[in-house]
């Protein structure tokens, strides 16, 4: 089981996540390809979606 991490919580370690939904539960259909995956360095904050500022869930890819 993948470990989900919000906007604002720290990364655990360096490496690429992708998108894996809304906090708020709602469908986003309109999440652009360059959006849905992120390059973090340990201890970097989750951001929330580029195009939307929505709050996002990410995990490890």
Same mark, same amino acid.
């Given at each position: 089981?993948a470990? +989900?991490? =919000?906007?604002?919580?720290? &990364?655990? !370690?360096?490496g690429?996540? !992708?998108?894996?939904?809304?906090?708020?539960? +709602? =469908? *986003? *259909?309109?999440?652009? !390809?360059?959006?849905?995956?992120? !390059? @973090?360095? *340990?201890?970097?904050?989750?951001?929330? @979606?580029?195009?939307? =500022?929505? &709050?996002?869930?990410? =995990?490890?890819?």
């Amino acid at each position: 089981m993948a470990d +989900r991490y =919000k906007t604002g919580e720290q &990364a655990p !370690e360096a490496g690429t996540y !992708e998108f894996d939904g809304l906090v708020d539960g +709602r =469908k *986003n *259909n309109d999440v652009t !390809e360059d959006e849905k995956h992120i !390059e @973090l360095s *340990n201890g970097d904050t989750f951001p929330p @979606l580029r195009s939307s =500022k929505e &709050a996002a869930y990410w =995990k490890k890819a």
